[in-house]
């Protein structure tokens, strides 16, 4: 660890070896930035009925790096952050929202499901913006939050969606199917951080985890990245 700090100095603009939160902003903005070329580069060498959902993964991920850097900016001049965060969310949320349908348009997938994943993220994030922002109480408005998050799980995985994908069967199920891991699992990672960086009930886990702005950064470069994978492997899959 010591020896990759350093490393990371030689480099010169880079935060300071003990700010991991900057450290993970810097992390995160190349890690989206080298997923969002991969992406785009591959958008030529996929099926042609893929190549819509090729391009959706690398916008997902380079929204993501153009908010890091502003992010990373932000976090270095000591401001805050929680708008750059929930304006990056509530635009590639809806795009994850987006590869759902089109993964499964070809299965019957319409636009009222995509518009009833839409509206609920949409939910889940403005509860979760107000809750974080200081706007109402945390701990309610993120059980608020959570209350969506659930629909979108149940949606997905019980739903009309969850049919339409046992009934296309094959690459595509199994592609729903990681897709909705990343969902109940990798999405799970955000509400700990809220709870790591706001005040309620649950403010025992404090000890138990690092800071709220680590815990998303993780959270960001698991799910756009795996997302865009999962995807790219159902294109290139025969
Ligand atoms: C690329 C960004 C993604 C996938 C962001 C996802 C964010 C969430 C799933 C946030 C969920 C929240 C709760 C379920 C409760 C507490 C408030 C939130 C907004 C952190």
């Given at each position: 660890m010591e020896n990759f700090l350093n490393l990371m100095y030689f480099f010169g603009d880079t935060p300071a070896g003990d700010d991991l939160v900057g450290i993970t902003f810097w992390i995160g903005t190349m890690a989206m930035m080298a997923a969002s070329a991969f992406f785009f580069l591959s958008m030529n060498s996929v099926d042609a009925k893929w190549r819509t959902s090729i391009l959706v993964s690398g916008l997902i991920t380079f929204i993501a790096a153009v908010h890091y850097m502003y992010m990373r900016d932000a976090h270095a001049a000591g401001d805050n952050t929680v708008v750059f965060r929930y304006v990056d969310w509530i635009l590639t949320v809806p795009l994850m929202c987006v590869e759902f349908y089109l993964i499964l348009k070809g299965a019957g997938a319409t636009t009222k499901h995509l518009k009833h994943l839409i509206v609920a993220s949409t939910i889940m994030l403005v509860t979760g913006y107000v809750g974080e922002a200081g706007l109402g109480d945390a701990a309610l408005w993120g059980l608020f939050s959570g209350l969506a998050y659930f629909y979108i799980v149940y949606m997905i995985k019980f739903g009309e969606l969850a049919k339409l994908a046992a009934?296309?069967?094959?690459?595509?199920?199994?592609?729903?199917?990681?897709?909705?891991?990343?969902?109940?699992?990798?999405?799970?990672?955000?509400?700990?951080?809220?709870?790591?960086?706001?005040?309620?009930?649950?403010?025992?886990?404090?000890?138990?985890?690092?800071?709220m702005e680590v815990i998303y950064n993780i959270g960001d470069s698991i799910n756009k990245i795996g997302f865009g994978l999962v995807v790219y492997n159902l294109a290139v899959s025969k």
């Open positions: 009934s296309a069967g094959g690459a595509v199920q199994s592609a729903h199917n990681t897709l909705c891991l990343f969902v109940i699992i990798g999405w799970a990672i955000y509400p700990i951080g809220y709870m790591a960086g706001t005040d309620g009930w649950y403010d025992f886990i404090d000890a138990f985890v690092p800071n």
